[in-house]
């Protein structure tokens, strides 16, 4: 399978489980509602009965915003005016490429989100890799039974990432950056420079993310139980299939790449009042949608490419788990059999 | 190293009263229109010959300053200023204030890097007698009296210098130029030298007015005519204070470039071989014609309209408003990335400051050389006390500023710059006006009562002073532009203009001159806005207890007083008016029997730009709040949403 039949396959396995794409939508929304339902209520509470509301409800009033920004805390510092429309993308790709501290709450829902994300991957993954319906109870058992695999694979994630942003990140960018520009005169390489150390830094960062993904993607397909066998079974895979492995991760990249650019130019920025307000926030919320499906894409279409690369073409996730009766169900059967 | 006699030989050429390479034509500057006179005093008066050592990084010179006392009193010492040695390292006042405005302590600072400005010799000519005062000079610290500071020394004479008497004073000196600091040293080729040299005090009345460098204010100078040599390598592009009168091979691989200014304070360089230079020209109906020269980063090719342009529109809003630009050439300095050099003035000549990718939309370009080159005028012509009184300089720019950025380049918008600082977005969603933006209440609310103005600048806390500086006083003029009117405020700062034009300025002085030109005593608020560190607050309250009475709260609660106007809006169209003198603490207006209210507002018109919280000048019988917020935090929504499936990557 190449890389870009594995890329149309992920999208055709996205296709087929609209529920699941609608599932991790909603599970994004209702973990993020109420933190936008508290910075609702500063916004109101700081407004109250001004004039100035009118103003902040027909367009973006910058004069407020400052006003707003210079007695805001926790929470509230995170209304900024980068937030709007395609500045939101490019603000947090710079957290994330540029190693920034979050605000404690927004810490807080992120961690959240991981370990949902990580308990439901598991489910997501096995659905996916059947690329058949399955029920409720079964992804949920899925995610049950992968979810302390995963945990154990995100311990050992965790330790890589924050060695990586906690010490390769600051000597890249702060040390080594700062000693190979501190006497540069043209921003142009100081830029040229930047650029390498991004494409250096996020080469080590996809290398990384890459195996724990298959890694991931082996547990499931290969009811692997150990984390560490998974690890070494990914990092074996990645080597044997290297190139379509790179080609469809940077196919998924370059997805994301045209997706956020189509926000970007179709984006009108800030919402205004109205009819108009409606568009603005519903394009943004169709942008979050197609956030989602490429997420989704992105492990379909990996997970179809080991699939493909295993032993035999056949090769899907674990077999569907049974649980037994519960002991209070036995022993009713028991006390009343049925027929001979 | 040029020879030390051939440093002193050309000295004494350049002393020698009608050497060959005076300039040939009279600057604009060089007699007061129609009086035969020099528009400035002229008391301080430097010839200079200035070797540069680039791999060295250092600056070998020698000065003759004769200068002339213009007090009324006799003077046993000199004082001067060697402001290079704030960097010679970290126990200086300068490095000492830099720790405690950011909150960090500088390391050690490398010999390379450290600044250092060492007298050789320090002779003093005075009435036919040469003294030799090497042995005598003393470092003094008269603010702080830190005992490791040196960027002050004093020269105590053989005999008092009179009124009116002239004393020469020839120095032979070394300076190191330093990483960048305080806007002036040299990055790789790029070499931006300012306070380099050893400069004399000013003698007032009261004695020397000779401070140590301070993080967080500039300089104070005499007027004088500079005439200054300096040598560098051949090929390397030069940009100074004056105009190039004359350059000649110093030897095979080294020029000489000969500059010269009348009626300046201050003069400021630059060198490197990678400037690209431009050249354009001010013209304008009614004021002098200016010769443009821009000494331009190869990476900004392409951005020099934009800086002509914003250099253009200073010279013709300030000469407009104010009083025309007494010189005929401006140099513009485009700096190199990094240098540090961005944003700073000296007399005819400026830093702007740029980006490689500068976006048409934002305002930093425009809004830093049009500051720089106001400076002319603020500053380089009406010379205020920067030490202690910043400012009327740097405040009166700043309002100044956003004026002619309103003129001429308004609306910009607000951006952001991301991926380490390198790529610009501009949001064509937040324009910014100059009530949004270019009088700084953003920058000024943080800090309105770390000091009062009246404060001398330098005693300031470090970390916030520019905002008493710059941005408070550009609230309190447009302020004073909204109470008086456009025309009757300009009237004040072209009378100030005029009347203080090449001299040294007080706060006192410009009050006076508001009070005469507005005809009213305004000394009320200057004690509200510069004589105190109180805010400004003004809030108000609607109270509808039942249908047919409505009371209006009016409440004063910052320690500011101001009088207010109070405006309340009727049903059917109705309007009601009422002034208040703002003093109470409180005060209630009745609206019995009238229709019913929709809003109310306190300072309707917003005359009173310091008011630090505008949202609750207003109510409205009708909020909508509620809709405002749903709003905004939607859009917010799906900046976090965004911003979980980003961080999404590591699962």
Redesign the interface.
Known sequence: MTATTAFREGMRRTNGAPVLLAGMCILTLLLALPLALALRAMLEAHLGSSLVAEQVASRADYQWWQEFLFQAAGLGTTFVPSIIGFGAVLRNLDALLDNREMATTIAGVTTGWLLIWSFLSGGVIDRLARSRRTRAHHFFAAAGVHFWRFLRLGIVALLVYSFLFGWVHPWLFDDLFGRLTGDLTVERTALLIRLAGYVIFGAVLIFFNVVFDYARFRIVVEDRRSAIGAIAASWGFFRRHFARVIALYLLNGAAFAVLAAAYGLLSPGAPGAGVTMWIVLLLGQAYIVGRHYLKLVFYASQTSLLQSALAHADYTAAPAIEWPDSPAAESIANANPIGP | MLPRVAMAITLLALSAPAAPQQPAAPENTAMAAGTGQPRSPRNANYRILARLDPSARTITGEEVISWRNISNRATTTLQFHLYYNAWRDTHSTWMREEALATGESHGAIEPEDAGSIDIAEMHVTQTGNESNLSSRLRFMAPDDGNARDRTVVEAPLEAPVQPGETVDIRIRWTSHVPRPFARTGA????FFIAQWFPKIGVLQDDGWNCHQFHASTEFFADFGTYDVQLDVPKGWMVGATGREMARTEAAPDRTTHRYIQEDVHDFAWTTSP?YMERRARFEHASLPAVEMRLLL?P?HAGQEARLFASTRAALRYYGEWFGAYPYRQITIVDP????GAEGMEYPTLFTAGT??LEPAGTRDLEDVTVHEAGHQFWYGIVASNEFEHAWLDEGLNTFSTARVLEQAFYPAY?S?R???G??P?V??????TR???GNR??SY??FAESDAQSTPSWRYWPGSGGFITYDKTALWLGTLEHMLGWETLRRILSTYYERFAFKHPRPDDFFRIANEVSGQDLTWFFDQVHRSSNTFDYAIE?ETPDEDASTVVVRRLGEGVFPVDVRVRLEGGQERRWRWDGRDRWTAFELAGHARPL?A?VDPEHVLLLDV?????????R?????????????????????????????
């Open positions: 990055i790789g080729n790029f990678d980063q990476e190199a990335w990094q240098s980006r490689w607000y952001r991301y991926f380490g390198f790529f977005l949001f064509k969603d937040l324009p910014l009530d949004v933006d209440m953003p609310r943080q609607l809003s507002e919280n505008r949202t609750n000048n207003s109510v409205s019988a909020p909508a709040a509620r809709a405002a917020a749903n709003k905004w935090s939607l859009a917010w929504l799906i900046w976090l949403q965004d911003h979980l499936l980003t961080y999404g990557f590591f699962v």
